[in-house]
């Protein structure tokens, strides 16, 4: 079992930044594939970045050069750098917990991330 707890998130005027963190309790936290999710109002949950054990990284088009994802295994916490914030990324951000060999998946609860002015 893995646990996420969110938090950084807030709200800020178009072309801030803000800084995600999720915390994981639990075992093994540095084989799981992490990752950082978004919910707009109305819209699916989509997938935004995401890391692997060995920190390989993957961007969602519309935040590639404006967000960067990290990992600190001595930690136990995954961070989303956003920068350059845009209306349109107003959301819930989760993150998510995969495992690399079982079909088990973990998600937080969730922070809110609100881009106005």
């Known amino acids: 079992q893995v646990q996420l707890v969110e938090s950084g998130g807030g709200l800020v005027q178009p072309g801030g930044s803000l800084r995600l963190s999720c915390a994981a309790s639990?075992?093994?936290?540095?084989?799981?594939?992490m990752g950082w999710y978004r919910q707009a109002p109305g819209k699916q949950r989509e997938l935004v970045a995401s890391?692997?054990?060995?920190?390989?990284?993957n961007y969602t088009d519309s935040v590639k050069g404006r967000f960067t994802i990290s990992r600190d295994n001595a930690r136990n916490t995954v961070f989303l750098q956003m920068n350059s914030l845009k209306s349109e990324g107003t959301a819930v951000y989760s993150c998510?917990?995969?495992?690399?060999?079982?079909?088990?998946?973990?998600w937080g609860q969730g922070t809110q991330v609100t881009v106005s002015s």
């Open positions: 890391i692997t054990p060995g920190t390989t990284t």
């Open positions: 998510n917990a995969a495992h690399p060999f079982r079909s088990w998946v973990f």
């Open positions: 639990g075992s093994s936290f540095s084989i799981y594939k």
